[in-house]
């Protein structure tokens, strides 16, 4: 599809030989003046001769330059693209910050379009029947297992958060029929986590998992929300990965309180009221 496109550049980048994946940088470097360029421009640019480019556009499902053009200016209207704009020994602090932004603003917009709705759904009915609810995750992941025990706690169910492997072990063994478990795993891959899954499942538990596509975690769950993101953590330190997931709990914990109706709302405010002793009064613009 035409959306796909700038991801299909992206995920193909090592598979194209020397010469196109240079068309491929300059044209992910710079999508929208891209879509401007003639084709003489951009083999110029890449360095490379202009029939080079148009095998490259070949490549990928176009009949030539000027079809590629069209579909990577669509691709650029459904959303915004993932960009590789790698932060350089010498950025300034303005520039490294807008390359961050950008990245996760991109990164965000990518899972929102891609995410399965009706997976939402599954999960949200999952936590909604819950007896109580486990969330387990490691290093990134275990910050924001506990950002969703804040979240999830005031649905007046136990909710607690588990960022340690041997404690996560025990309350797995320990799960019953009506527990939930939610897996927090951006590459699903950690070893000790999908045999966590695996015992919590097979003591009773719901496991919900919240992790990347078709990875071994996906095996072990009841079911998942599956999201892939543009980020090697294998290498770096792991950034827009992370927001996506607090977004995507932020998502399932406003399901679970529509769910609840609003006979729930007096709780909710209830604790919210417990909070207002707690601050300074706001002062008003010139008080």
């Known amino acids: 599809m035409a959306h796909d496109l700038i991801e299909r550049l992206r995920q193909r ?6 010469s196109e994946r240079k068309v491929a ?16 421009s951009l083999a110029q640019a890449a360095s490379v001769s202009e029939p080079t480019v148009n095998r490259f556009c070949r490549n990928f499902g176009a009949k030539g330059f000027p079809d590629f053009k069209i579909k990577l200016a669509q691709s650029l209207a459904g959303g915004t693209p993932y960009v590789t704009r790698a932060v350089e020994p010498d950025d300034s602090a303005s520039q490294y910050t807008d390359k961050i932004f950008d990245a996760t603003i991109a990164a965000l917009d ?34 924001v297992a506990q950002d969703a025990q804040h979240k999830f706690f005031r649905f007046n169910l136990p909710v ?32 000790e986590l999908v045999d966590i899954a695996r015992v919590a499942r097979e003591a009773g538990a719901v496991v919900l998992g919240i992790t990347a596509p078709a990875s071994p975690l996906t095996n072990e769950c009841t079911a998942t929300l599956e999201v892939a993101t543009p980020e090697d953590t294998d290498h770096y330190l792991p950034m827009t990965s992370r927001m996506i997931q607090l977004t995507l709990l932020d998502a399932l914990a406003t399901g679970v309180t529509l769910r609840r109706g609003e006979d729930f709302l007096p709780h909710l405010k209830k604790i919210k009221d417990s909070l207002r002793d707690t601050r300074f009064p ?6």
């Open 13 to 18: 980048l090592e598979e194209l030989n020397r």
């Open 25 to 40: 940088n300059v044209i992910l470097e710079d999508p929208a003046s891209a879509t401007s360029l003639s084709i003489a």
């Open 110 to 143: 990518e899972a929102r379009r891609a995410i399965d709705m009706q997976a939402v759904e599954r999960m949200v009915d999952y936590l909604t029947q819950a007896r109580q609810i486990h969330f387990f995750g490691l290093g990134a992941s275990g910050a």
């Open 160 to 191: 607690v958060a588990y960022v340690d492997v041997l404690m996560q072990r025990m309350v797995a063994a320990a799960c019953h029929t009506g527990d939930v478990v939610v897996v927090i795993s951006y590459t699903g891959r950690t070893r």
């Open 282 to 287: 706001v002062r008003k613009p010139g008080g």
